[in-house]
């Protein structure tokens, strides 16, 4: 699954769970049984827990906690998710099935259903394309502050420089996870490449990284955001020279070395497109 639509399946999955557990609905043949309180705080546990550790989800879903960090994409990290799946699968069976209600019922299978996929998957966890012509953390990680960082009071417009600042450690991450692909053979297609790269050189056109009488689309934003707000004027300039340095340096630093790398892996590809060409891929497609 796509890196950012995997994030917003789980959004909506997770929610989805609490939902169908809260609901009191039943059919017209079916006594009225209220919900599972235990089951409810058992689901609701396991979203806040999974927003917890995706904090760019957490923003997402309209929660300000740890407002200024990014996802840890690391395969620890995803190997610690499908750990918490494993525990969270042996956790579920002490609910006695037979005595839930229908919606209840409904929850419990979704919630299994969900990781039982998730964890036959994890033999599969490099079988994917990180970075692609439609989506990667490396357009994500913008468009996501753009769409969603919002910028209220000074400690926002820090949060905002903070994950900016984050971009160099998270894009080393994307090239860890590239790396690792690349000795099992599993490489982004020939046509690929030139798409990337060009939405990622744009990210590094305009001002602060060069004289310009644009600014470049994150400036740009929150430079808007901030003028937007009641911040005094000298806090602004303030937090326009920290958002500056930060383009100038972990932000522009992470996205010359993901650059120096993604036109490093093109050498490697080939036309073979289909997945097909990767190792087990019948298998994955099965899968999938």
């Known amino acids: 699954m796509k890196m950012m639509s995997k994030y917003a ?14 609901s009191s609905n039943t059919s017209t ?40 960090l990014l996802d840890d ?10 750990s918490v799946l494993k525990q969270k699968l042996k956790d579920i069976k002490k609910f006695d099935f037979e005595t839930l209600s229908n919606e209840d019922q ?39 502050l753009i769409d969603h960082q919002q910028i209220v009071t000074v400690s926002d417009a820090q949060a905002y420089v903070s994950r900016v600042k984050g971009v160099e450690q998270l894009l080393s991450q994307l090239i860890n996870n590239l790396k690792k692909r690349a000795e099992l053979g599993i490489i982004a297609p020939q046509f690929v490449y030139d798409k990337v790269a060009n939405v990622c050189h744009n990210l590094l056109e305009g ?42 340096n972990e932000f522009k630093n992470g996205y010359n070395a993901f650059l120096a790398y993604w036109a490093m ?16 891929g019948k298998e994955y497609y099965i899968h999938a």
């Not at 994409?73 to 499908?82: F, P």
Request: net charge negative; proline share 5%; aromatic share 12%.
């Open 9 to 22: 399946f789980h959004l909506t999955l997770i929610a989805s769970l609490f939902l169908f557990a809260c």
């Open 265 to 280: 892996l093109e050498n490697k590809t080939t036309e073979n497109n289909g997945v097909w060409n990767i190792p087990n």
């Open 106 to 144: 409904l929850s419990y299978k979704v919630f299994e259903h969900y990781a039982n996929s998730e964890i036959s998957g994890e033999k599969f966890l490099y079988h994917n394309y990180p970075v692609n012509q439609f989506n990667g953390i490396q357009t994500a990680v913008p468009a996501f």
């Open 207 to 248: 001002l602060p990284f060069e004289e310009s009488s644009q600014k470049s689309p994150i400036y740009n934003d929150f430079i808007i955001k901030l003028d937007k707000t009641d911040i005094s004027q000298r806090k602004k300039n303030k937090l326009v020279s920290e958002m500056e340095e930060a383009l100038n």
């Open 29 to 68: 043949n079916e006594a009225i049984q209220p919900p599972s309180t235990e089951l409810v705080n058992f689901l609701d546990d396991y979203f806040k827990d999974y927003l917890s550790r995706h904090p760019m989800l957490a923003t997402k879903a309209g929660i300000k906690d740890n407002y200024g």
């Open 73 to 82: 994409i690391s395969d620890a990290s995803q190997l610690n998710e499908i």
